[in-house]
């Protein structure tokens, strides 16, 4: 698709245009004069493959590969790319380390597991970040409404959010007394999902469990039972009984909510405010030999990432993402989330304009302090089962994130005329410090070894 921008005259306004995802654009507003339209012009690079396939699950946040197929954004870059859908995780690693995928969505935790000795090993790398935010928690409703007395109220008789676990910590005893275990699912062992879950219960001093050479399910010690569920696959199995919530990204949160079988408790943007989610992967020795090939598909994702996060585009995004070809859910489940809102408890629902993010606050910039956090978490709960020194986090860290690629195909869209230079970071590579967490706790990703030390509840080196 060939998106146009204007040259500014001082103080005039601009002509705004939308892709109609047909490849053509179509003027919306006009105000003030303006030089004639200047076409931005795709450079195209010397590609070494140009057929490419890569994987998915069926999740929203997989809307980056959908719109730069959709919209043509691939395509500018002479790229011919089949995106196809896998059932699961691991089918989806898999796939990349023997070579059925070219690339994939993928878990932000796979390829650093990869490389930091959990799992299945290969030299697995990101130049991308797909998005921030995206996931919630959700329990059956015979769990909220025991945990619901336990939930402080506001002025209109509503929950206040964030709901911490504390309010699901007396239901887990009354199980643990009454001999029963408390099941909930997560989508897989290294998954964001399994971390945020661990996390929002241990904060409340609930032990969601550890890994250890003698339990690889994760459950030693644990008064939570976390197991593994694919995502689709979620609210039939909370519908069933065998698990009684869940942490799973969108759209089977809200499907659980408009199939009337549980509610969403808390979101991950309550339990890390703007944290990583999924990245897109490919194999080392696939980059070094198709570095043109590696840049074109970052560029094209990059826009993709920068198409999704304009307001006005959401609608659009939605509808795409329907198809069935993607994630093929209602367009009405979808937008409940991808809208700027997010519902809870049927009928309260509420303004998040931050739960999906795609471009903005540098979501597509793959630091190094993201993958560090998630090795501090695979230390946490026993998955790295021995102690290792600072700077072993940073330089596995570094083996994953490439964020050297990331600002070559983001310098060439500044040349294109698509991003201006200020949508580069200024960055070492780490984020700042944060304690925008659910219990305060502070995150710095030059001190992974006070982080982890830092908690009550898991490892301590």
Known sequence: MKLKFLKLMSLASVLTFYSCGDGSSTKVEETAAAEPVVESKTKKLALEKTELTFGFIKLTDMAPLAI??????????????????????????????????????ML????????????????????????????????????WKEMKPNVPMDESGKPVHPIKADALKPVVERYKKEGKPFNMGMVFPVSTHNYEIRYWLAAAGIHPGMYTGENNAGQEKADVLLSVTPPPQMPATLEAGTIYGYCVGEPWNQKAVFAGIGVPVVTNYEIW???????FVMRKDFMEKNPNTTLAVVKALIKAGKWLDNPDNREEAVAILSKKVYVGADEVVLANSMTGTFEFEKGDKRSLPDFNVFFKYNATYPFYSDAIWFLTQMRRWGQISEA??????????????????????????????????????????????????????????????????????????
């Open 108 to 143: 932000s935790g796979q390829p650093i597991a990869a490389n930091a000795g959990v799992g299945p090993q290969a030299e697995l790398q990101t130049p991308f970040s797909m998005d921030l935010n995206g996931n919630g928690i959700t329990v059956s409703n015979d769990v």
């Open 388 to 461: 290792k020194p600072a700077e072993w986090y940073a330089e596995t860290a570094k083996k994953v994130y490439r964020p050297d690629i990331w600002k070559d195909a983001a310098s060439l869209l500044v040349e294109e005329g698509f991003l201006s230079a200020s949508d580069i970071p200024d960055t070492d590579g780490y984020k700042a410090p944060t304690s925008d967490f659910i219990d305060g706790n502070t995150f710095d990703a030059k001190d992974p070894i006070g982080y982890i030390n830092s908690f009550t509840i898991g490892n301590k080196d």
């Open 273 to 279: 405010k703007n944290n990583p989610e999924k990245v």
């Open 68 to 105: 730069a197929k959709d919209l043509g954004y691939f395509k500018d870059e002479g790229l011919d790319v089949k995106v196809e859908f896998q059932a699961n995780w691991k089918l989806i690693l898999e796939g990349v380390i023997e070579g059925r995928l070219d690339g994939s969505h």
